[in-house]
């Protein structure tokens, strides 16, 4: 018996697994996942320990569950209600790639040098 993870398309991006991994969410699920990064966030910055990495994470994940709520249907929708789509993904993807080069800069430590 052969066991394997369920790969994506060559064809999808990961965009499309992404919507299709928050479309599989219910509401609830959602909106748990987008309350616990917000609470983590304000706690974080609360006790002072809001560091950008943490913060910029937690953005990410509020938007991958705002985006899922709104966007949870497939059904076409007007073009400003694309664009504000795309807005949402663009931000966090935007946000996320900050966040990887900083983590990368973080993993080399101190001995980096420009």
């Known amino acids: 018996m052969q066991h394997v993870a369920p790969l ?4 999808e991006s990961i965009f499309a697994v ?11 699920d959602l909106s748990a996942v987008a309350a616990a ?5 304000l706690v974080a910055a609360a006790m002072g320990r809001a560091s950008w990495m943490l913060l910029s994470a937690c953005y990410v994940v509020w938007c991958f569950a705002g985006w899922g709520i709104l966007f949870h249907t497939t059904t076409p929708r007007t073009a400003r209600w694309r664009a504000f789509q795309w807005t949402i993904v663009g931000s966090a993807s935007v946000v996320a790639v900050i966040l990887g080069v900083g983590v990368f800069f973080w ?7 420009l």
């Open 8 to 11: 994506a398309s060559p064809r």
């Open 37 to 41: 990064s917000g609470a983590a966030a």
């Open 18 to 28: 992404l919507a299709s991994t928050a479309r599989k969410l219910s509401y609830r």
């Open 107 to 113: 993993a080399l430590g101190p001995s980096w040098k």
